[in-house]
């Protein structure tokens, strides 16, 4: 039976991952970096209460576990905060109609989030629904 060793060494610098794993006399270095910032983020409402983002990531990046979305809204300046699933767009729903969201992205890899994109703002929608008033006799 062989006799098998195993050990794993992290180095952290800022932004960046080094591991080492050696087995017996192979070495092997594998290097992790924070992805890099995500192109062409833009949003384009679709509806009163949806806003419809888009983005591009380079093809050469590292393996991207998730998004990091951040938004908040001109209303009540509140910030939430989205984990998206790797993909290049998201739809943010169960908005509220005619008002103006912030929205910023970053991607997250094993080491780490790169850099954020630029702030957009997006408006909804005016709500197609009509208030009522008074009494009906």
């Given at each position: 039976m062989e006799s098998v060793v195993n050990f794993f060494v992290c180095l952290?610098?800022?932004f960046l991952f080094f591991s080492l794993n050696c087995k017996f006399n192979n070495i092997y270095?594998?290097?992790?970096?924070?992805?890099?910032q995500p192109e062409n983020f833009?949003?384009?409402?679709?509806?009163?209460t949806q806003i419809l983002l888009?983005?591009?990531?380079?093809?050469t990046e590292v393996q991207i576990q998730y998004y990091d979305l951040y938004y908040n809204d001109s209303k009540t300046?509140?910030?939430v905060h989205?984990?998206?699933?790797?993909?290049?767009?998201y739809t943010l729903e169960d908005?509220?109609?005619n008002t103006v969201y912030n929205l910023w992205l970053a991607a997250k890899s094993?080491?780490?989030q790169g850099a954020s994109t630029a702030v957009i703002s997006v408006r909804t929608q005016e709500s197609g629904e009509i208030e009522m008033g008074g009494k009906l006799d």
């Open positions: 952290f610098f800022p270095l594998f290097y992790y970096s924070v992805p890099s833009a949003g384009e409402s679709i509806s009163a888009t983005w591009g990531q380079r093809d300046g509140r910030a989205r984990s998206v699933a790797p993909t290049r767009s908005l509220k109609p094993r080491a780490g």
